[in-house]
């Protein structure tokens, strides 16, 4: 059913989004291994390092996000994050059962549409909830001490229970998306195109 | 050689020494108080033999015509205070774990700032009472006897092994000056029965301190002297007691009129937030200086006392007192003594920690205590979380089992010195005649039965502050296992975690893995199949 006259190459990650996405992986994965370290759960580049680092590459990732969330409204993107229940069906169908079939993705992945239902809704989630309660509980956790002088909030521990909870959730993601990365045509094609921003899409209109 | 010198320093203590002297010795007081503009060598009203120590105080109160009665007025001289409505102090109804109550007991009188308070007839209001040399001997030879309530030595006395001189009086009273560090400490180190014995932060060590001991003290920087802290007006001097907290405030004192002879806290010089990182600035709210600054208690060569166990007191080995010796952290002290009980030493021991403003609820001798409730905290300091004036601070919990009245659950106290026939322990090794003895001279009553009660007495850690590289890494309260443990009405990042949270975060990420895992597996073995399939039925069809 496949054949070579109806795919070509586009670009579906344009070279800002490619930039944020890594450079977002980066401080994310910077961010859980000093939060975790702060946490208690180990020793690494040791606690006052940790939080220092934890501290600044918390201010970065949220100017970042601040531009993130610019580009995506500013360029029509945010169309690719609404949600949509038409079709998580037949994904879920397709992760549960059809992959292990050898059946095709039931997604065609296009510049306008690169996210398949599934993904718009954990993506939705992910940027526009799970990172603004984390940046902002994690502003909440930098300014507590001026908080509490100010009579705001006299104890840090839910801002603590809020910031842990949701690094294990992105945690759980970070875990889940490698590997989810590997659902394109071949095991690399995902990541390639994440990292060239190109990828070869099939062009036939019909099912 | 240290160790046995250490042995017979707390050995000779309460003997009735105040150890560490002397050897070496001090030119004249003017050289030394550069800022005296007095060389009382050259009073002649000190060129006299005196044969009596209350002559000398009456000789300097010929110029000094109100130092008597300023002293009068001082804790130095009245040893107890009224708080809410009870007098509470070493001289009235105080208790502690040590030597318990020093009323009644002659020797500890050494230690008082007068001469001769043996008993209650002690004439407070008489000013030649009064013992200036104590604070202001400048030839480090003056000691008070425990013997005679704290006159100085009139005659070559024999201590045990060590042979003490008699006292020169004419030679003390013209070296007279500032009190220095050796004035101060031949008390204050030497509490509870030998140096070392009582603070944790205060042993003869603060004499001349490394500057890895003490950053202030030490003379290979600020040199301070005790009173650069403990601010001294008309014979008043800055330090905490019972009614009286340890430091006004958390601010700088900034030169202001109305802190003079106010305690002093490490803010009055260093502000509130002396850090150059927010991150450290931040804990000053709720940390005291101390608690990260003074990472270890005794960390000088001498041992601090832990615990003192009064209920193993009184064997005899044929009918004789004996000691026993133990190496506690790399020195040797007692472990045993008849007269005494069992102790436990330490050098270099990590503090504990617990809320306080500069206050300690002290117990008293009329304190009904709960037996169940055992350990008895003594004075425990106050404060919480939610207390804004209160600060984590460090403290040497001394750990005590002590006689109390079974039937009035009271702390009782203990007649220790005396001749045979005065019941004192120290000579008859009887538990109900010392403890009547020490029920009648402290007016308090006794049933007769009695019992010991573990007790717990706070003594807040400030001194021997180190040097800022020394101080306590964040992990040690930032961890699972934190120094703060215990102290448990806030949530602490690196030690607490919400137990939901940490259910949530397991089954999130490792149910994650594995599910991956799982379908990765999953996904691998039907790929291998339907690749082998679609080999047996080559040829049909092709990639």
């Known amino acids: 059913m496949s054949n070579t006259t109806g795919s070509k190459i ?17 401080m994310i994965l910077i961010l859980l291994l000093t939060g975790l370290e702060m946490h208690g759960l180990f020793q690494l580049f040791g606690f006052a390092s940790a939080v ?109 229970i809020v910031h842990t909870l949701n690094a294990y959730a992105l945690l759980s993601f970070v875990v889940i998306h490698l590997y989810m990365i590997t659902f394109g045509e071949k095991l690399t094609t995902h990541i390639k195109a994440m990292l060239t921003g190109k990828e070869e899409i099939n062009t036939d209109k019909a099912e | 050689m240290k160790y046995k010198l250490v042995t017979i320093l707390i050995l000779s203590s309460w003997l009735g020494l105040p150890p560490l002297a002397s050897a070496e010795k001090n030119q004249n007081s003017v050289t030394k108080n550069a800022n005296m503009t007095a060389d009382h060598a050259k009073f002649e009203i000190l060129d006299q033999d005196f044969d009596y120590a209350p002559d000398v105080t009456e000789a300097c109160l010929e110029c000094h015509t109100e130092a008597a009665k300023q002293v009068h007025q001082t804790f130095h001289w009245k040893w107890a205070e009224k708080v809410d409505g009870v007098m509470v102090g070493k001289g009235q109804n105080g208790f502690n774990n040590y030597c318990v109550s020093a009323r009644g007991n002659a020797s500890c009188m ?40 704290g006159h100085p030595y009139y005659e070559d006395t024999q201590l045990g092994e060590f042979l003490q001189p008699a006292v020169d009086l004419k030679a003390v009273a013209k070296s007279v000056g500032e009190p220095q560090r050796e004035n101060c400490l031949s008390c204050h180190a030497n509490g509870g029965g030998g140096n070392g014995v009582k603070h944790g932060d205060t042993d003869m060590s603060l004499v001349d301190p490394v500057h890895s001991l003490d950053v202030h003290m030490s003379p290979e920087k600020l040199n301070f002297s005790c009173q650069t802290c403990h601010k001294t007006s008309g014979h008043e001097i800055a330090g905490r007691y019972n009614g009286k907290t340890s430091f006004i405030d958390h601010e700088k004192d900034m030169g202001r009129i109305e802190r003079d002879g106010k305690n002093v806290s490490c803010e009055s010089c260093h502000g509130a937030t002396p850090h150059e990182i927010r991150e450290i600035d931040n804990h000053t709210a709720k940390v005291a200086c101390t608690s990260c600054h003074i990472p270890e208690m005794a960390r000088g060569p001498y041992l601090t006392k832990l615990s003192w166990d009064w ?15 133990k190496i506690f952290d790399g020195v040797e002290a ?12 330490g050098r270099n021991v990590t503090p504990q920690y617990r809320w306080y403003k500069g206050e300690l609820k002290q117990k008293t001798l009329q304190t009904v205590i709960d037996p169940d409730a055992a350990p008895i ?53 009887d538990w109900p005649k010392a403890l009547t ?17 573990e007790t717990n007495g706070f003594w807040p850690i400030k001194h021997m502050v180190a040097p800022a590289e020394d101080a306590v890494k964040c992990v040690a309260c930032h961890s699972r296992d ?43 073995i039907s790929t291998h199949r339907r690749k082998n399939q679609q080999t047996y039925s080559q040829g049909e069809n092709h990639e």
Not at chain 1, 11 to 25: D, G, L, M, N, S
Not at chain 1, 144 to 149: C, M, S, Y
Not at chain 2, 336 to 345: E, I, R
Request: with cysteine.
């Open chain 1, 10 to 26: 586009v670009v579906i990650f344009k070279r800002f989004e490619r930039f944020w996405h890594w450079a977002q992986a980066l």
């Open chain 1, 52 to 160: 220092q680092t934890h501290n600044i590459t918390g201010f970065v990732w949220s100017g970042l996000l601040v531009l993130i969330y610019t580009w995506i409204l500013t360029t029509g993107e945010w169309q690719q994050y609404f949600p949509t229940l038409k079709g998580v069906e037949g994904t879920l169908r397709f992760y549960l059962w059809g992959v292990f079939k050898g059946e095709k993705h039931p997604h065609h992945m296009t510049p306008e549409d690169k996210f398949n239902p599934l993904q718009r809704l954990g993506y939705v989630f992910i940027l526009f909830v799970l990172l603004i309660v984390q940046v902002i509980s994690g502003f909440a956790f930098y300014f507590f001490a001026d908080l509490r002088a100010a009579g705001i909030i006299g104890h840090v521990d839910l801002i603590a």
């Open chain 2, 110 to 149: 050494q230690c008082h700032a007068g001469y001769g308070w043996r008993n209650d007839d002690f004439d407070h209001a008489a000013e030649e009472n009064v013992d200036c040399l104590v604070c202001h001997d400048g030839t480090g030879t003056y000691k008070k006897s425990a013997a005679t309530s």
């Open chain 2, 311 to 325: 209920s193993t007191a009184t064997q005899l080995k044929d009918g004789k007192p004996f000691t026993e010796e």
């Open chain 2, 334 to 345: 007692h472990s045993y003594m008849s007269n005494k009980g069992d102790f436990t030493w």
């Open chain 2, 377 to 429: 905290d003594i004075n425990p300091p106050t404060g919480d979380y939610n207390d804004p004036d209160a600060r984590i601070w460090p403290f040497k919990v001394h750990k005590g089992k002590q006689p109390y009245d079974t039937q009035h659950n009271r702390i009782l106290p203990i007649k220790l010195y005396g001749k045979q026939g005065t019941g004192a322990l120290w000579s008859e090794f």
């Open chain 2, 437 to 453: 003895a020490g029920a009648e001279s402290n007016e308090v009553a006794f049933s007769g039965k009695f019992d010991f009660i």
């Open chain 2, 482 to 524: 934190s120094r703060l443990t215990g102290l448990n009405d806030f949530y602490l990042i690196g030690r607490d975690s919400n137990t939901w949270v940490e259910v949530f975060g397991f089954l999130a990420v490792f149910g994650g893995l594995s599910g991956v895992i799982g379908h990765g597996a999953l996904r691998y």
